[in-house]
C-alpha cells in the first residue's frame, strides 16, 4: 500500500510562487508513476502534470512553461514548482501514484489547497 501525504500549498498573490511536496510512503518512488492533478469548485478534476517512472513528464497547456514536476527518489518524495500563478490556478491539489504499466491512479493523497489572489 501507498500512503501519499501533500504539503505546501497556501495563498498567494497572483505572479508568486509556490512550491508542493508529496511525501510517499510504503513503497519504492521510483516504481510509480507520479502525477499531481487539481480541482477547482465546481469544476471536475484535471490532470496537470505528470511523471512516469521513467523520468518522463508531460503537463497541461494551462501550465506548460510555469509548472514544473520532478521527483527525489532517494527522499521519496515528488515535487510541483509552480510559477507565475494565476487566479484561475486556485484549487485542491492532489498527488497520485500509479504502477508501472497502469493506467489509472490507483493512489491518492488527502490534497493541499492553493488559493491565488488578483
Known amino acids: 500500500q501507498v500512503q501519499l501525504v501533500e504539503s505546501g500549498g497556501g495563498l498567494v498573490q497572483g505572479g508568486g510562487s509556490l512550491r508542493l511536496s508529496c511525501a510517499v510512503s510504503?513503497?519504492?518512488?521510483?516504481?510509480?508513476?507520479m502525477g499531481w492533478f487539481r480541482q477547482a469548485p465546481g469544476k471536475e478534476r484535471e490532470a496537470v502534470a505528470l511523471?512516469?517512472?521513467?523520468?518522463?513528464?508531460s503537463y497541461a497547456d494551462s501550465v506548460k512553461g510555469r509548472f514544473t514536476i520532478s521527483r527525489d527518489n532517494a527522499k521519496n518524495t515528488v515535487y510541483l514548482q509552480m510559477n507565475s500563478l494565476k487566479p484561475e490556478d486556485t484549487a485542491r491539489y492532489f498527488c497520485?501514484?500509479?504502477?508501472?504499466?497502469?493506467?489509472?491512479?490507483?493512489?491518492w493523497g488527502q490534497g493541499t489547497q492553493v488559493t491565488v489572489s488578483s
Open positions: 497520485a501514484a500509479r504502477g508501472v504499466g497502469q493506467g489509472r491512479f490507483d493512489f
Open positions: 511523471s512516469s517512472s521513467g523520468g518522463r513528464t
Open positions: 510504503g513503497r519504492t518512488l521510483s516504481d510509480y508513476g
